[in-house]
């Protein structure tokens, strides 16, 4: 990969309280500009506090990240108003409509009026949802709420999109819905980092992933480079399971 | 701003699409008030009005003791005597197992011969005084002594409580004393008419030579009179308001749960304009309950007999301790949703706490009852503060100027919990740690 990275991780390492082991232990990393980056990894590996790090969501016990050539410890407002992240859990109100829940959201980000309300309508209606804008979150099917979910970090089009497991537990139309958008709005120039344990949506998605295991990354690169480089195993999944094992992870 | 309103907005949304929520934080404060104040109304003061409290009386005299004892209280009109069970006349031991059981609160037994044992020694010292004025030197009659007194027996339940066991020994005390100045009074005639028959008697009428004028000075020239309303609708409208920990501290848990607030601290907005969007909201709310709250002292007490709440006038003075007491319950409630980390430990403690500060705000007991310790730990109760300015706005007139200390404290109050919210949150942040 070549040209200026978009995100720069030097040394990070993140302890959490009354644990020994480090949840991310020394990671280094580069992701450039219009990636979409696949960091992946059993449960405990230390994908979530990797992108919350990023998001600037808490610090890192030591280490560096640079977002599009800021600091993120000092410029945090800045880099905030560059990212988008669309976090595991669905971060939406239930007892609010879509439309409510997306217009607060935007609203966040300084948008407003008209500009808004189209965007969202635009988003929505892309999504399937238009009909139901009006309609309070919790009546709505866990691939709605997805939906819904990811609108909510991209209406102020970010720069680099972070999105934690986005198609865990949906139906297969509604991946796929979400899956095609974030690959068009890739081909817009968006940068998108996401973690996932689909390896067969990585694999299709990812233009480069990183394995992580206990916190350190233990490989990196293009999928199909990945696969190549290991012919013995035919797909990433079973790279994956070769380097991460068999063993049950909570 | 804008992000202040956009937040407003939405935390009003929430708030009103809950409508369980909404009866609760509406509906709830006003049953309150009108229960606990009727509950005190006919408690301690209907009694007043019509005989409520059930008095064995065992009259082993049936003398004019006794008789004059069992006028005294009927006519005090708080009391209905009990001389009889199933239609068998009460006896000592009847009256005393009846309140050991509970069935009944006080018991008197006025002794046998209490007339005569009275009459008696007040005839004997009558007579001593008389004579000792007449022969004051070698007087045998003067070396007599009565040494009995009428013992009269009075049994308290266990249960009842020792202001009201005072307030009726105090009573007995009272019309004995009455009855032992008039027998005093007619024995003196009687003496006196016996040595000096030219001496003409007085019909004996007994009439009190200190009466007492009772005046509730305010700060108006109009005499605010201190009913009950009065004192029940500021405290439990105090006590009420001080309940939106409950679901403030519910809504902070909530967002934290929901994981909205995961995204809100990835978002570029201060998550103290958040908090202060909450606190909007709710003060709003808060101050929503008080109007509630003293509309129901306006309009809904007086249905049940009860006197009407009167404010005196003093809307300003009302609207600005209103605000002050909602922003210091709105402070401890954003301080008890940051620290807590599940819905039951902010409910607990939320509503224990809140029990404990009324208590120690004396919200119950007036704090003029309090001593040592206690009284001193009590005057940092915000709801102290609270309650101090709300009774001297309604009780004694004051102003807006009059309660400004209280203002004052309830908001250095609302400033230092919002403040260690703030500092809570920077050092011990929901994520990452």
């Known amino acids: 990969m070549s040209g200026n990275p978009i995100i720069e991780i030097r040394e990070l390492t993140k302890f959490y309280k009354g644990n020994d082991e480090p949840a991310i232990n020394n990671i280094s990393l580069e992701i450039f500009n219009g990636e979409i980056f696949g960091l992946l990894g ?3 590996a230390g994908k979530t506090t990797t992108i919350s790090i990023l998001c ?34 669905v971060a939406l109100y239930p007892t609010l409509t879509a439309l409510e829940n997306l217009t607060f959201y935007g609203n966040m980000y300084g948008l407003k009026g008209k500009d808004l309300r189209d965007k969202i309508m635009v988003k929505l209606s892309f999504f399937g949802l238009e009909k139901v804008a009006k309609k309070s979150i919790s009546t709505f099917s866990g691939g709605m709420k997805r939906r819904v979910n990811l609108i909510a970090g991209l209406l102020h089009n970010p720069k680099i999109l972070f999105l934690d497991e986005p198609t865990v537990g949906i139906d ?16 817009t120039g968006t940068t998108i980092i996401y973690t996932s344990h689909y390896m067969e949506e990585a694999e299709n998605l990812c233009s480069r992933v990183a394995i992580i295991d206990r ?4 490989s990196i690169g293009n999928p199909k480079e990945l696969v190549s480089e290991h012919p013995e195993y035919k797909n990433l999944e079973n790279i994956f399971i070769h380097l991460t094992g068999k063993e049950l992870r909570d | 701003m804008f992000k202040f309103f956009a937040a407003f907005r939405k935390e009003w949304l929430i708030l009103i699409r809950d409508i369980a929520g909404l009866i609760v934080l509406f509906l709830m404060p006003m049953i309150m008030i009108i229960i606990l104040s009727l509950v005190q109304e006919y408690g301690w003061n209907a009694i007043a009005k019509e005989p409520k409290i059930n008095v064995l009386f065992v009259d082993e005299d049936h003398d004019s003791l006794s008789s004059l004892i069992k006028d005294g209280l009927s006519s005090a009109r708080i009391f209905t005597l009990i001389t009889k069970i199933d239609s068998v006349t009460l006896t000592k031991e009847k009256a005393r197992e009846l309140v050991r059981q509970g069935e009944y609160q006080i018991g008197v037994v006025i002794p046998k011969n209490a007339t005569n044992t009275m009459n008696r020694k007040v005839k004997v010292l009558v007579t001593q005084f008389i004579s000792g ?8 009659f003067l070396e007599i002594s009565v040494k009995d007194s009428v013992v009269v027996e009075i049994y308290f339940d266990p249960a009842v409580k020792g202001t009201f066991k005072n307030a009726f020994t105090s009573s007995m005390k009272q019309y004995s004393l009455k009855i032992e100045s008039s027998l005093i009074f007619k024995i003196f005639n009687k003496e006196l008419k016996r040595m000096f028959p030219q001496y003409k008697a007085n019909e004996y009428e007994y009439k009190e030579t200190v009466v007492f004028k ?15 309303t009065q004192h029940n609708v500021p405290s439990w409208a105090i006590f009420a308001m001080f309940f939106i920990v409950i679901p403030l501290t519910s809504s902070i848990i909530k967002e934290r749960e929901e994981g909205s607030l995961f995204r809100l601290y990835t978002l570029p907005v201060n998550y103290m304009t958040i908090f202060m969007s909450k606190v909007g909201v709710y003060l709003i709310v808060c101050f929503m309950q008080f109007i509630l709250m003293v509309l129901s002292g306006m309009l809904i007490l007086p249905l049940f007999g009860m006197p009407a709440l009167d404010l005196g006038g003093h809307y300003t003075a009302l609207t600005v301790m209103a605000i002050a007491t909602s922003l210091a319950a709105l402070g401890y409630g954003i301080l008890i949703g940051t620290i807590a980390r599940t819905h039951q430990q902010a409910a607990a403690f939320g509503s224990v706490s809140v029990v404990i500060l009324t208590a120690l705000g004396g919200l119950w007991v007036p704090i003029y009852f309090f001593t040592g310790a206690i009284k001193e730990i009590a005057r940092f109760s915000p709801l102290n503060w609270a309650h101090k300015g709300f009774i001297d706005i309604f009780l004694r007139g004051a102003h807006v100027q009059d309660v400004m200390p209280e203002i004052t404290k309830l908001l250095i109050f609302f400033i230092i919990t ?3 919210a703030g500092i809570y949150r920077k050092m011990k942040p929901p994520f990452g740690s």
């Open chain 1, 42 to 44: 059993p449960n405990g």
């Open chain 1, 56 to 89: 600037g969501l808490f610090a890192p016990t030591s280490g560096k990240v640079n977002i599009d050539g800021l600091d993120i410890h000092s410029n945090l407002d800045q880099v905030k108003q560059i990212i988008g992240a669309v976090p595991q859990d």
């Open chain 1, 172 to 187: 297969v139309q509604s991946r796929i819905v979400i899956l095609d958008y974030l690959k068009e709005i890739n081909k």
């Open chain 1, 215 to 218: 916190g350190i990354i233990i």
């Open chain 2, 133 to 140: 004025i007449m022969m004051p030197v070698n007087n045998p």
């Open chain 2, 214 to 228: 009772e005046e509730f000075p305010s700060g108006d020239k109009e005499e605010i009179i201190p009913t009950s």
């Open chain 2, 418 to 420: 919002m403040g260690l």
